[in-house]
């Protein structure tokens, strides 16, 4: 009979893990959790004893608790973070160019697209959101917050 109990009582902390680490939400692993923990407090009470009932119920609380503060504490979701930071700029090169600086377009500026400035691959954008073919040549004409703002030039 205590075999049904604790296979009940493993059946349950393993489903509110479930619930918890891997699909968190008011789920069925955490309703099928607590009515399987609920089952053993109902079986050892109907066909143990009050005593078996009490003692099964007290675990079970115990656990779910223990279960909770274990989830909820920052230590145990450090675990699961990542913890490398991203250090790289975006269009850092941009930071070479100044502007009046002449390059050719590499691919279609439409708007945006990439121009090589003197072997300087850069990403680009037309000032005046406009289509530039590939291979035309543009100069820069202001730089804001790392954006690269550019005019074709009629040669």
């Known amino acids: 009979m205590w075999w049904i109990i604790l296979s009940l009582i493993l059946l349950g902390v393993i489903l509110m893990l479930i619930e918890l680490l891997l699909i968190p939400g008011v789920g ?24 078996a009932g009490i003692v099964t119920t007290c675990i079970s609380v115990a656990l779910l608790i223990a279960m909770l503060i274990i989830v909820l504490r920052e230590k145990t979701w450090k675990k699961f973070e990542l913890g490398t930071e ?27 697209g990439t121009a090589l400035f003197a072997d300087l691959s850069v990403e680009v954008k037309s000032s005046d959101n406009s289509m530039v073919s590939p291979g035309t040549t543009v100069e820069v004409v202001r730089i804001e917050d790392n954006k690269v703002i550019v005019k074709q030039v009629n040669e």
């Open 28 to 51: 069925v692993a955490g309703i099928l959790s607590l009515a399987s923990m609920g089952a053993a407090c109902w079986y050892a009470f109907s066909f143990c004893s009050t005593v």
């Open 86 to 112: 991203i250090k790289s700029k975006v269009n850092a090169e941009s930071e070479s160019l100044k502007v009046g600086d002449r390059g050719r377009t590499v691919t279609r500026l439409a708007p945006m």
